[in-house]
């Protein structure tokens, strides 16, 4: 017992220590942001997803893949609101590697829609060397595997989570100052809303104007990095609409089978009263 009890005070002295020095780091919390999706009846501002699909289609995606997003997902119900034909000609302006063709070899051709989201880089290696030695992750789930990622009824609590991470992110960039600044590796920026640290290999993505969209909306960085942190969202729980009206509809149907239950008890137990 007194063994365990030594053990037990190392493991919480352990977690304190590691504690601190989290809160030495200076993490911020991620920033609250208000998103249509939020809620039990929240759901998804096609607009926005479609801006969103811009801001990586012409930003996120020189650096960053989305591997487990086919171009015909874009005309999926509930999803941006491509129609097929658009979803079509969105594929045929990327380039996929394919084959090998009657040559032995490996060819490029334009995307189709049963295609996925390709890498900018042939494989890893490749994208470490292009960025300081990071790889770029994917981003087709970038939001459900941060922190803070809860189910609908705890959006109400919490907020909505990895969203508001990767706006945070996007739009924490800093300069460093005092003893920061002294040690700021080499090519890498100061960013405290990043969850690895606060240096970050990413230099900042996004500009005010970088990107126009169609409908005239406002290009300033956190608006596009609302946008872009809702079409990844999107890309991570594209179902998301579709989980909500069957939550909403078994509730209905729990609530009425309860009912019902009461009142043929009330029925049966009668006479017993």
């Not at 920033?31 to 969103?52: C, I, M, N």
């Not at 990107?211 to 596009?224: L, R």
Request: one cysteine or more; a negative charge; aromatic letters at 10%.
């Amino acid at each position: 017992m007194k063994l365990l009890k030594t053990l037990g005070l190392a493991a919480t002295g352990l977690a304190l220590i590691a504690g601190a020095g989290l809160a030495a780091e200076g993490q911020k919390e991620a920033k609250d942001v208000s998103y249509s999706f939020e809620g039990p009846f929240g759901h998804f501002d096609k607009g926005q997803l479609q801006r969103g699909y811009k801001v990586y289609k012409e930003v996120c995606a020189a650096c960053h893949a989305m591997k487990y997003v086919s171009f015909r997902n874009l005309a999926d119900p509930g999803g941006p609101g491509f129609s097929p034909e658009q979803a079509k000609a969105l594929a045929a302006t990327y380039t996929v590697q394919d084959g090998p063709g009657e040559d032995g070899e490996m060819f490029e051709r334009p995307g189709i829609p049963s295609d996925r989201f390709p890498s900018p880089f042939p494989n890893d290696k490749a994208a470490a060397n292009a960025n300081g030695g990071a790889v770029p992750p994917d981003l087709s789930l970038i939001t459900k595997s941060r922190a803070g990622w809860y189910g609908t009824i705890e959006h109400l609590i919490h907020g909505i989570g990895g969203p508001e991470y990767v706006f945070s992110v996007l739009t924490g960039y800093e300069e460093p100052h005092g003893e920061l600044k002294a040690e700021q590796p080499e090519g890498k920026y100061y960013n405290p809303y990043f969850a690895s640290g606060h240096w970050i290999s990413m230099a900042p993505p996004l500009v005010d104007g970088q990107v126009t969209f169609d409908d005239g909306a406002p290009n300033t960085v956190a608006d596009m990095s609302r946008d872009v942190s809702a079409f990844l969202a999107w890309t991570a729980e594209p179902k998301l609409e579709e989980r909500k009206s069957m939550g909403f509809a078994t509730m209905i149907y729990l609530a009425v089978l309860a009912l019902l239950l009461y009142l043929v008890k009330k029925k049966l137990w009668a006479r017993v009263h």
